[in-house]
């Protein structure tokens, strides 16, 4: 079944267009990472389909679902989570308190305190200390709980790894794990190219807000990918890998 289905998708910044006519299908449970060079429209794609950006054409259907209008915090409560770039916690909130916050969405499903404590073991020795005093991968792990919290259908997550030590990006996938084996469909921004092709199933690679390929990580090589980073390589989503 189809979770997402992305037609036409614009958004931009003032004048400039950050996202340029995107087309997107994610199937439920699929992992898929978008890759491509800083300013290519990662972000901004990502807080599209969040609803925290506004798109200025193009639809968006979630379940079926057209989206398009409609306000973050209504796609929050039907399904639809983000962890930000920079993880924007409550700092002086306690972990605890942090993760309570994103049950206001009061959807049902397996994520739960415990659950997600379990996911993320790292923070259990953490649950009463402020979020704004721990390291950079026990705030990443908070960061995802809280998502997690809501129990979403799709799980955005945007760079996942940035500024983390190798220790701490480990043990933040290592959690993610436990994630992918609820099924969540899963969108990653992530610069590391090798986690990409480990925890990714589909790859979407973006130069200056299009989509220039997108193909199978089992079909793709390294190579290739890097080409259409850096805008070396142009191939039309058609002539993708199928």
Same mark, same amino acid.
């Given at each position: 079944?189809?979770?997402?289905?992305?037609?036409?998708?614009? !958004?931009?910044?003032?004048?400039? /267009?950050?996202?340029?006519? &995107? =087309?997107?299908? %994610?199937?439920?449970?699929?992992? +898929?990472?978008?890759?491509?060079?800083?300013?290519?429209?990662?972000?901004?794609?990502?807080?599209?389909?969040?609803?925290?950006?506004?798109?200025?054409?193009?639809?968006?259907?979630?379940?079926?679902?057209?989206?398009?209008?409609?306000?973050?915090?209504?796609?929050?409560?039907?399904?639809?989570?983000?962890?930000?770039?920079?993880?924007?916690?409550?700092?002086?909130?306690?972990?605890?308190?942090?993760?309570?916050? !994103?049950?206001?969405?009061?959807? /049902?499903?397996?994520?739960? &305190? =415990?659950?997600? %404590?379990?996911?993320?073991?790292? +923070?259990?020795?953490?649950?009463?200390?402020?979020?704004?005093?721990?390291?950079?991968?026990?705030?990443?792990?908070?960061?995802?709980?809280?998502?997690?919290?809501?129990?979403?259908?799709?799980?955005?997550?945007?760079?996942?790894?940035?500024?983390?030590?190798?220790?701490?990006?480990?043990?933040?996938?290592?959690?993610?794990?436990?994630?992918?084996?609820?099924?969540?469909?899963?969108?990653?921004?992530?610069?590391?190219?090798?986690?990409?092709?480990?925890?990714?199933?589909?790859? &979407?690679?973006?130069?200056?807000?299009?989509?220039?390929?997108?193909?199978?990580?089992?079909?793709?090589?390294?190579?290739?990918?890097?080409?259409?980073?850096?805008?070396?390589?142009?191939?039309?989503?058609?002539?993708?890998?199928?």
């Amino acid at each position: 079944m189809t979770a997402l289905k992305v037609r036409g998708l614009e !958004a931009q910044h003032g004048l400039l /267009k950050a996202v340029r006519g &995107v =087309d997107l299908d %994610l199937q439920d449970g699929e992992r +898929l990472a978008l890759v491509g060079a800083n300013g290519a429209g990662k972000t901004t794609l990502l807080r599209t389909l969040a609803g925290i950006h506004r798109a200025s054409a193009g639809t968006i259907e979630f379940d079926g679902v057209d989206v398009t209008s409609t306000p973050a915090h209504r796609r929050a409560s039907m399904g639809i989570a983000l962890v930000p770039e920079g993880r924007r916690l409550f700092g002086s909130l306690s972990v605890i308190e942090n993760l309570r916050v !994103a049950s206001a969405a009061n959807r /049902k499903g397996a994520w739960n &305190v =415990d659950t997600v %404590l379990d996911a993320f073991p790292q +923070l259990k020795p953490k649950i009463k200390a402020a979020a704004g005093s721990l390291s950079g991968g026990q705030q990443q792990a908070v960061a995802i709980g809280r998502a997690l919290m809501t129990n979403p259908r799709l799980l955005l997550l945007d760079e996942v790894s940035l500024g983390l030590s190798p220790a701490a990006v480990q043990g933040v996938y290592e959690s993610l794990a436990t994630v992918v084996k609820q099924r969540t469909t899963l969108i990653l921004v992530e610069q590391d190219l090798q986690r990409t092709f480990d925890f990714a199933e589909r790859i &979407v690679c973006m130069l200056e807000g299009g989509v220039v390929a997108t193909g199978r990580t089992d079909q793709m090589t390294r190579d290739e990918v890097m080409g259409y980073y850096f805008g070396h390589r142009v191939r039309k989503e058609s002539e993708a890998h199928a």
